[in-house]
Each structure stands twice: as C-alpha cells, then as structure tokens.
Nanobody, 128 residues
Framework: QIQLVESGGGLVQAGNSLRPSCAASGHTFNWDAMAWFRQAPGKEREFVAAIRWISAWTYYSDSVKGRFTITRDTTKNTMYLQMNSLKPEDTAVYYC?????????????????????WGRGTQVTVSS
C-alpha cells in the first residue's frame, strides 16, 4: 500500500523559512507528478505547487511564486518544498499528493482531483 508522509512543518516567524518534505513508501513506482496543497482554517484546500517526476517541470500558484521552490529526489522517492519569506497568510496544513497517471493538460496539475494519493498533512504556522 502506497503511503505519503509529510514532515518538516512547524512554527516560524514571518520572513523565515521552512522546508517540509514528503516521503513515499510502500509499493511505489514512477510517479507522473507530485504536488503540495494547503488548507487554512475555514478555507478550502488550495494548490501550492507541483512537479513532474521525470522532467522536473514545475507549477506554482501565484501566491507562492518566487518564494517557494518545489523539488524532488527520485532516488529517495521524496519531494520537498522550500518555503522562504514566509507570511502569516501561509499558515495552513500542508498536504502532499501524488498521481501516477499522465495528464494531457498542464492545467490538470493545479487541481486536487488529479491526485489519487494523499498524505495526512503537516502544520505550518507563521507568526507575525
């Protein structure tokens, strides 16, 4: 059974950095893409960033572009999210997601319904 486990969240002051990671285990195979989503209290889950597993093409939401960087280590089956210049509005539970199905449209990678596998999330809290 495939499992995605996030780690590396925490409490930081605004302007600082965090680097959560997502490790895949179980019967793993070549992903098409992995992604980060987040959900703040009282809000809907929103897309943060995604990365194509083989090509390493990346996709970012406008709210994090230029501050966050998504990467992956194919040898460790692990994905990372380097979060710099954090703001209080970045406070949320961050979820890792993955899909092994190739999509015909780049737009698909921004949608949560694209991803079959999900982690349980890691809390990121940014204080002002």
């Amino acid at each position: 059974q495939i499992q995605l486990v996030e780690s590396g969240g925490g409490l930081v002051q605004a302007g600082n950095s965090l680097r959560p990671s997502c490790a895949a285990s179980g019967h793993t195979f070549n992903w098409d893409a992995m992604a980060w989503f987040r959900q703040a209290p009282g809000k809907e889950r929103e897309f943060v960033a995604a990365i194509r597993w083989i090509s390493a093409w990346t996709y970012y939401s406008d709210s994090v572009k230029g501050r966050f960087t998504i990467t992956r280590d194919t040898t460790k089956n692990t994905m990372y999210l380097q979060m710099n210049s954090l703001k209080p509005e970045d406070t949320a539970v961050y979820y890792c997601a993955a899909t092994n199905q190739v999509r015909s449209s780049n737009g698909a990678y921004y949608r949560d319904v694209t991803y079959e596998y999900w982690g349980r999330g890691t809390q990121v809290t940014v204080s002002s």
